[in-house]
């Protein structure tokens, strides 16, 4: 939109300079080919007069005149009876001539359609005259051409249009400074209800748009700074009774898997221990969807801010986590690309932990007995990647774009139904870090979950 004003502005002046200027400069050229015109002719008729005198004295001052003009420049001059200096050659018979000897009138001929040629030659006949300068206008004695060049016109006519088209430039230059001014300053508004727009889109609900501008843009960010409060009272009172309600939960949860744990020590009726046992892995299976809720909500909540968290730290303490129920399955948990050094991350406190539990959660479902689930490091720049990779069944491009909707579950190995909340967890809080989540195709078969976080500097942030 920016260009779009500057183009127009600029080009408003343009037509407005072209309007002005052009017609100046040909009117200035015009009277410049008639001034000159009308010197050269003056010239000529004088010293035609001369001529038609014919006397010693006239010829001799119609040399003089006549050897007063630049080498470049010609007089030529013809006489029928009359007296013509020596040093001035006969002009060169033409209509021109023919005119002015038959018929008495002058010629001006500037050589050229286009402006004008090298040479402007003027033929002027002259009349026969007494030495008291009574003129015989019916009898023709000679002529005189004037053969002037035009240069020094060429060069004034530079010096018109040049200098008009310095100035033109100039003041362009000058438009395009301040059509760049004005148009960022009619369209800052704008920017600002873009830039609070592009932090909503992110996720920042508190972003406004200060209410400046012309009286439709100050409308349009008093609109939306007011939807925008309506829908931040409106996600904080879902977040604030998601994190109730799973809060809430949890007790009777609790109670109830203790309830069912006391009722199946105490039966011994198989098919009733088999219902109990069912009953209470759905009660560990909601305990976890609540626990999930309850994390979502607080991720949603950006509560915390990101600090510098040795990398290899967190992944060696939750891998001594979840090695044990990998050793019961026989799979091999690998750390790689770790040995260069302790990368430091940006990331909230206990963000990470949740990410690694639930990322490898989800690759030992889906792990076959015997498999290894790799875990790699690897620093570029000013981000890390964290991938880890399984051997499982993987994910068809259909699943993967749907892997990260909340209370979507894949097919896994072991029997156990997740939440469907691990993954949508997981891209929350490292999207809450400034990071990225990303699901590939690992090299052999199975899943890649790569992680990409913000690196930060040893001893700082």
Not at 117 to 128: C, D, K, M, Q, S
Not at 325 to 341: H, K, N, P, Y
Request: glycine content about 8%.
């Amino acid at each position: 939109m920016i260009r779009q004003l500057i183009r127009s502005y600029v080009l408003l002046v343009a037509v407005a300079i072209a309007l002005f200027t052009v017609p100046v400069a040909f009117t200035l050229t015009d009277q410049l080919r008639e001034d000159t015109s009308e010197a050269v002719e003056r010239e000529a008729e004088t010293m035609a007069r001369l001529l038609g005198v014919g006397d010693t004295a006239s010829c001799e001052a119609l040399a003089q005149l006549a050897g007063a003009y630049p080498s470049k420049e010609k007089v030529e001059v013809t006489a029928t009876d009359r007296c013509a200096p020596e040093r001035l050659r006969e002009p060169k018979a033409d209509a021109a001539l023919a005119k002015a000897l038959e018929h008495g009138e002058n010629t001006i001929d500037w050589g050229s359609d286009f402006i004008w040629g090298r040479n402007l030659v003027v033929t002027v006949p002259a009349f026969e005259r007494s030495p008291d300068g009574r003129t015989d206008a019916e009898k023709v004695v000679g002529a005189v051409r004037v053969k002037f060049a035009t240069d020094d016109l060429t060069a004034r006519l530079w010096q018109i249009w040049g200098f008009r088209a310095g100035l033109a430039v100039l003041v362009l230059l000058a438009a395009a400074g301040i059509g760049v001014f004005a148009a960022r300053r009619l369209t800052a508004p704008l920017r600002q209800l873009n830039e609070m727009a592009s932090k909503m889109s992110d996720g920042d609900l508190t972003a406004r748009s200060p209410v400046t501008g012309p009286q439709e843009t100050q409308t349009l960010a008093r609109t939306l700074n007011q939807a925008g409060e309506r829908l931040d009272t409106l996600i904080a009172s879902q977040r604030i009774f998601v994190a109730d309600a799973s809060h809430q939960l949890r007790t009777p949860l609790t109670a109830l898997r203790l309830s069912l744990d006391n009722i199946a020590d105490g039966v011994d009726d198989e098919f009733v221990r088999e219902d109990v046992e069912q009953a209470t892995a759905e009660v560990v299976r909601m305990s976890r969807l609540v626990n999930g809720l309850l994390v979502l909500a607080r991720a949603e909540a950006k509560v915390t801010a990101a600090e510098p968290l040795s990398l290899r730290d967190l992944i060696q303490e939750r891998l001594d986590v979840w090695r044990p129920a990998a050793d019961e399955r026989g799979v091999t948990i690998t750390l790689r690309g770790s040995a260069d050094g302790r990368p430091l991350v940006l990331a909230s406190p206990g963000h990470l932990d949740q990410v690694l539990d639930n990322v490898l959660s989800n690759a030992l479902e889906v792990s076959p007995d015997g498999a290894t689930i790799t875990v790699s490091v690897e620093t570029r720049g000013d981000e890390v990647v964290l991938s880890v990779l399984d051997e499982g069944p993987g994910m068809s491009d259909a699943e993967k774009s749907r892997a990260f909707d909340r209370f979507w579950r894949g097919q896994g190995l072991t029997g156990k139904s997740g939440s469907g909340l691990g993954l949508a967890v997981v891209k929350q809080l490292v999207t809450d870090d400034n990071g990225t989540v990303a699901l590939k195709d690992a090299p052999g078969g199975g899943l890649c979950v790569a992680l990409t976080l913000r690196a930060a500097r040893h001893g700082g942030g």
